[in-house]
């Protein structure tokens, strides 16, 4: 089951709201090297005890290094540009956790 993606780990309360049934809820963007686990924190604080918490280890891109399926999708950005921006964004995320 996945979870629904959400901006920035103030919107912690509306994933609760979300996701309450699943067993494992797993987390990953471009490296998973600051957003998802910042997510998975701020979301592991308020689940269940029973509910797995987990982050892919190396992000989407750890999963096409290891030629795991990936589709396609058209870009609108060049590779670089989307690369930029999820760094961009992890500083960002990295900044709210002080």
């Known amino acids: 089951s996945s979870c629904p993606s959400h901006g920035s780990p103030q919107g912690d309360a509306e994933i609760r709201g979300e996701v309450s049934a699943p067993a494992d809820c797993g987390f990953f963007c471009q490296y998973s090297a600051h ?36 589709q396609q999708m058209e870009m609108t950005l060049s590779q670089k540009a989307c690369d930029d921006l999820a760094m961009k964004i992890g500083r960002d995320v990295s900044q709210l956790t002080g």
């Open 35 to 70: 957003r998802a686990p910042t997510v998975a924190n701020f979301f592991r604080k308020s689940c269940p005890s029973k509910q797995r918490v987990i982050v892919l280890e190396g992000g989407f891109r750890g999963w096409e290094a290891n030629d795991l399926p990936v």
